[in-house]
């Protein structure tokens, strides 16, 4: 039993290897403007994970867009949008935010994603908070 075991680890260990696994993740965000009363906390789904690329030894010779690597990031998106609550008349509370349907690995798109290496980490609130839920705000 105990090789059986080894083997099948080994064997995953593998595929994992050889295999990519970019999926849509559950991600928590925190939308708020500084003209609303509160802070909205949105479920949602990103694109995570693993990519398998390859680093070239040739640097020197090829252009710099051969060297780009492969990146986790969306195939297909749709665009929701909330209101975040307690905002005053002059100020528009609608935010739209994209939610990942499906992922693929390829290119990273500054037209819709966020290609840096470390994202400013800047997801929390100042204000007091509200849960969006199944198209209503908790």
Do not use: W
Not at 41 to 51: D, L, S
Not at 127 to 132: E, G, L, M, T, V
């Amino acid at each position: 039993m105990t090789a059986i075991f080894l083997m099948s680890m080994l064997f995953g260990l593998a595929c994992g290897q050889a295999m990519s696994f970019c999926i849509p993740t559950e991600y928590t965000m925190h939308v708020e403007r500084k003209e609303c009363a509160y802070c909205l906390t949105v479920n949602t789904t990103i694109c995570a994970g693993y990519c398998m690329t390859r680093d070239i030894n040739g640097k020197l010779f090829l252009p710099k867009y051969a060297l780009s690597q492969d990146v986790c990031t969306y195939r297909d998106i749709i665009y929701r949008t909330v209101e975040i609550p307690g905002c005053p008349r002059h100020v528009a509370p609608y935010f739209s935010y994209p939610v990942a349907i499906s992922c693929k690995c390829g290119k990273c798109n500054t037209d819709y994603s966020d290609c840096t290496h470390e994202a400013i980490k800047t997801n929390y609130c100042t204000k007091p908070q509200k849960s969006y839920l199944v198209g209503f705000s908790v």
